[in-house]
C-alpha cells in the first residue's frame, strides 16, 4: 500500500534489553527484504511445493496454528508476486517484499490463514490490475471483503478529502470485520519501518496521522505489540532529540554492570519456587517512547525503572497466588496494585498489575498474567484468530461468557455510530482524532441493568445520545446513582444513571449542551439540530434554546415578589364567621374562615399563605385584627415567645384561595410557555411570579396564584409535575426562625 516507502527507517536496535521490537514468540532476526526479493522472482513456485519466499511466513504460521491449510497462501502468493512483478520500491526491492513483509508480521502475531492470505493481496487491487471479483472468485466472499477494507480510495476522485474517506471506508469495514484493522495495522507499521527515503516532510506528515489515527486505534484493538514499536518509530522522527538522549540513556543503564530487575526476577522465582506455584518471571524491557515517559515524571531514572517484571502462570487463580506470595515475601507498593482480570480494560487486556521495592528504595513493576492473556495482551483482536468461526470445544471451555464482544467493542459501535452524522470529511478527520484521543473507558449501569460504555470525563449529556441517539434531544435532565443531577455532571465508572426524558416530541437541545458533550456523538448530533433549526430573532415570541422567560403578572406588573399580605376583610355584622375582603383585583382572594372573636377582622398571614385544609392558629394584632398562620409557620413560634395570646381559628365552607407554589425545573425551551398554560387549565389565576437565574441547568419558580376553590390545590400540584422538566411543584415553606 506503500510503492513509495523505503529504507530503514530512522530507530535502529539497541544492544541490551531496551532493544524496542515486536514481541514475537521466538527470537527472529530483521528478514533481508532484497533476498526475499529476489526468492520472490527466481524461486521455484510450482503446484506441489510452497515457494521459498513466503517460507518464513509458513514457519511463523505454523508455530501458531501447526494445522492450517497453506494452500490459500501458496495461491495467493503466487497471485501477489505476478500481479506484482516489474513494481519496485523507492529503495530498489522488488514491491513484493511488502506484502511479504506485513504478513510476516500478522503470522508472527498468531493472524489464522484468512487474514494472511488477504494481507499478501492487500495492495493488488489497488496498485494492479486484479479486481475484486477476481480475488471473489479465487478466494472466497471473505477476502474479498479484507482487501476491499483496506483498498484506499483514488486521489482523482476524491481529492483533499481522499485520506478521511479512505479512514471512514475503513473504520466502517472494520465494523463488519475487525481483520480489517489488524491487516492495516501491519501495512503501516512496515511503511513506517521503511519510511527512511521520503522526504523529511513527507515522512513528518505520515508519523502525525499514524501518531493520531493509526496508534490510538492499535491500543483499542489490544494490539500491543504494533502498537509500542509505531510509537518508537514515530516518536524518532517527531522528536529527534528527545528520542537520541533516551536512546542515550538506554544505551547507558544496559552497559552497567548491575541489573537490579534480574535480582529482584531471581529472588521472585526463589519466592515462588518454594511456594510451589510453578510461574515464568521474565524482563520486559521498556520502549523507548515508556522510558521517556517515565523519565519526564521521575526526573532521575534508576536500573529499575527501564523494564517491568512480568510473570507467566498458567490458571486465572495462579495470578492471584502470585500476588498473594509475592506481597508475603516482598515490601508491596499498595497503591500501584491493579486488578485487570477481574475488571478487564475496554480493549480485553488482562493482567495483576503491583509493584515491589527493595531495600535501597528501588521499586520494579510487576505485571501477572495467564500464558494466554499474555497473547491477547501482545496481540489483541489479532490472537482470537477468526472471531466469526464458531468457538472449538476448548475455547468454549475456557470462556467465562462475560467478555464483550470483540468482533463489535463498545468504542467501535459508538464510533460507527456518528461517523454517519458527520456532515464533511473535514469534520470526520478532526472528529475521528479528537474521539481517539479519548484512551480510556468507563461503564455506566442503566436501571433496566443494562450497560453503557463511555470515555473518560463523559457527562449525563453524553450518556443521553449513547443511549437514546438523537432522541436524547428531549432528556430533560438525570439521576445519577438515585439523586438528581445536573446534564452536564461527570460520571464515573460503576455509577448508575437513569435518565429523565420529556413528552414533547418537538423537545430541542441547549446550545449549552455542547459545553458539556464530550463524546462525538453527542456533539455532531447537538450540532446538526442547531445547524437546522438556527436562533429566530421575530416577534414570535420563541426564547433562544436554554433561555428563560419570566411571564408578567395578572396585574400587569413583571418578576413580583411571592411574598404578599392581604388586606383587612370587613368585620361580620353578626355571628362568628367572617369572610375576608375582596383582592386588589376587586374579587374575593381566600376561604371562609371562622374565628373564636366575633367582630374581628381576619387576615391571612403572607409569610405562609395558608389554604385549606392547612392547620391554622391565629393571633391579635394591632386594629383588632387577627392573623391567620399555618401551625408549623415560624412566625407561630415567635410570638408565642413574644407572649402573643392564640386565637382560635378554623376553616369555614371552602370557596376561593389565595397560596404560593414552588417548582423547581431544568432548564429548556418554551418551559414556562407550557407551564402557565398547565397551571391556567386548572382554573389558576397567576397573581406574581418569581423566576430565580438558573444555575447548573436548573431553575426555581415561585407563583403565587388565585384558586376558585382550595379542594383545586392537590390537582393543580400534579398538573404542574406533569410538564416536561419539572420534577417538584411544593408549597412555599414557612420562614425559618428569625428569617
Keep these: 500500500m506503500s510503492a513509495e516507502a523505503t529504507n530503514p527507517a530512522t530507530p535502529g536496535p539497541v544492544a ?158 472494520t465494523g463488519n470485520d475487525v481483520r480489517v484493522m489488524s491487516i492495516k495495522l501491519a501495512d503501516r507499521l512496515h511503511n513506517m519501518r521503511t519510511l527512511g527515503v521520503m522526504r523529511p516532510e513527507k515522512q513528518a506528515r505520515i508519523a502525525k496521522v499514524t501518531r493520531d489515527v493509526l496508534i490510538p486505534l492499535a491500543e483499542r484493538l489490544g494490539v500491543q505489540a504494533l502498537k509500542t514499536e509505531l510509537e518508537d518509530l514515530v516518536f524518532a522522527i517527531l522528536h529527534p532529540d528527545e528520542y537520541e538522549y533516551t536512546r542515550e540513556l538506554i544505551v547507558d543503564n544496559a552497559s552497567r554492570a548491575d541489573d537490579p530487575l534480574a535480582e ?39 536500573g529499575a525503572d527501564f523494564g517491568r517484571l512480568l510473570v507467566l502462570v498458567n490458571e486465572d487463580a495462579d495470578c492471584y497466588g502470585v500476588l498473594g506470595e509475592l506481597h508475603t515475601c516482598m515490601t508491596p507498593v499498595v497503591s500501584e496494585f491493579k486488578d485487570f482480570i477481574a475488571v478487564p480494560k475496554f480493549n480485553l487486556y488482562q493482567s495483576l498489575h503491583t509493584a515491589v521495592a527493595r531495600a535501597d528504595g528501588q521499586v520494579a513493576e510487576v505485571l501477572i498474567r495467564t500464558h494466554q492473556m499474555h497473547k491477547v495482551a501482545e496481540a489483541g483482536v489479532v490472537a482470537l484468530g477468526n472471531p466469526y468461526a464458531p468457538p472449538s470445544e476448548e475455547q468454549a471451555a475456557s470462556s467465562d461468557g462475560e467478555r464483550a464482544d470483540p468482533t463489535r467493542p463498545g468504542w467501535l459501535s459508538r464510533l460507527l455510530d456518528w461517523q454517519e452524522g458527520a456532515p464533511d470529511p473535514d469534520t470526520f478527520w478532526s472528529t475521528l482524532r479528537e474521539d481517539l ?71 430541542e437541545p441547549s446550545r ?32 433562544e434554546p436554554g433561555a ?20 383587612p376583610a370587613r368585620p361580620a355584622a353578626e355571628g362568628p364567621e367572617f369572610r375576608p375582603a375582596a383582592a386588589p383585583a376587586g374579587r374575593s382572594t381566600t376561604a371562609s374562615v371562622v374565628v373564636d372573636r ?31 398562620h399555618r401551625v408549623e409557620c415560624a412566625a407561630v413560634a415567635r410570638m408565642k415567645n413574644a407572649g402573643r395570646a392564640e386565637v382560635g ?45 438558573p444555575t447548573q441547568q436548573r431553575v426555581r419558580h415561585t407563583y403565587t396564584v388565585q384558586l376558585p376553590d382550595a379542594a383545586q390545590l392537590p390537582g393543580l400540584m400534579r398538573a404542574m409535575r406533569n410538564v416536561a422538566g419539572v420534577y417538584d411543584v411544593r408549597r412555599a415553606q414557612p420562614q425559618a426562625q428569625g428569617a
Design 16 to 173: 541490551g534489553p531496551a532493544t524496542p521490537a515486536v514481541p514475537r514468540r521466538k527470537a527472529r532476526a530483521r528478514l533481508d527484504l532484497r533476498r526475499l526479493g529476489r526468492a520472490a522472482l527466481l524461486g521455484p513456485a510450482s503446484r506441489d511445493r510452497l515457494p521459498d519466499a513466503i517460507s518464513h511466513v509458513v514457519d511463523a504460521h505454523r508455530a501458531h496454528h501447526p494445522d492450517a491449510d497453506l494452500e490459500p497462501l501458496r495461491r495467493a502468493y503466487v497471485l501477489a508476486e505476478s500481479s506484482h512483478r516489474g513494481q519496485m520500491r523507492k529503495s530498489g526491492e522488488p514491491y513484493i517484499t511488502h506484502p511479504l513483509a506485513v504478513t510476516l508480521i500478522l503470522a508472527e502475531l498468531g493472524a489464522e490463514t484468512t487474514t494472511l492470505t488477504a494481507s499478501l493481496l492487500h495492495d493488488t487491487v489497488e496498485d494492479t490490475d486484479v479486481t475484486l471479483d477476481q480475488v471473489r472468485e479465487q478466494f472466497g466472499e471473505e477476502v474479498r471483503f479484507l482487501v476491499d477494507g483496506v483498498t484506499k480510495l483514488e486521489k482523482v476522485d476524491y481529492g483533499a478529502a481522499a485520506e478521511p474517506e479512505t479512514f471512514r471506508k475503513m473504520l466502517v469495514a
Design 264 to 302: 529482584m526476577a531471581d529472588e521472585m522465582r526463589t519466592v515462588l519456587r518454594e511456594a510451589g506455584i510453578q510461574a515464568e518471571v521474565l524482563i520486559r524491557p521498556r520502549h523507548f517512547v515508556s522510558v521517556h515517559r517515565v523519565a519526564r515524571k521521575r526526573g532521575r531514572l534508576r
Design 437 to 507: 484521543a479519548q484512551d480510556r473507558e468507563i461503564t455506566v449501569f442503566r436501571p433496566d441493568g443494562g450497560t453503557l460504555g463511555l470515555p473518560e470525563g463523559a457527562t449525563c449529556v453524553d450518556a443521553a445520545y449513547a443511549q437514546y441517539g438523537e432522541d436524547a434531544h428531549a432528556c430533560i435532565g438525570a439521576r445519577v446513582n438515585g439523586r438528581l443531577a445536573t446534564l452536564s455532571t461527570v460520571l464515573r465508572d460503576g455509577d448508575t444513571v437513569q435518565l429523565l426524558m420529556g413528552q414533547d416530541p418537538a423537545s
Design 512 to 543: 449549552e449542551w455542547l459545553e458539556h458533550a464530550h463524546t462525538a456523538a453527542a456533539r455532531i448530533a447537538i450540532q446538526r439540530w442547531l445547524a437546522a433549526h438556527p436562533p429566530r430573532g421575530d416577534a414570535s415570541g420563541d426564547e
Design 548 to 567: 428563560v422567560a419570566v411571564p408578567p403578572a395578572a396585574d400587569g406588573s413583571a418578576n413580583q415578589e411571592a411574598a404578599w399580605e392581604e388586606p
Design 598 to 628: 366575633p367582630g374581628a377582622t381576619v387576615r391571612l398571614a403572607g409569610c405562609c399563605t395558608p389554604v385549606p385544609p392547612d392547620e391554622v392558629t391565629g393571633f391579635s394584632v394591632r386594629g383588632g385584627v387577627v392573623t391567620v
Design 649 to 693: 381559628v378554623r376553616w369555614g365552607d371552602t370557596t376561593e384561595c389565595r397560596v404560593t407554589l414552588v417548582a423547581e425545573s431544568f432548564v429548556r425551551p418554551h418551559l414556562l410557555a407550557d407551564l402557565t398554560e398547565a397551571m391556567a387549565l386548572e382554573g389558576a389565576e397567576i397573581v406574581s411570579a418569581t423566576v430565580e437565574p
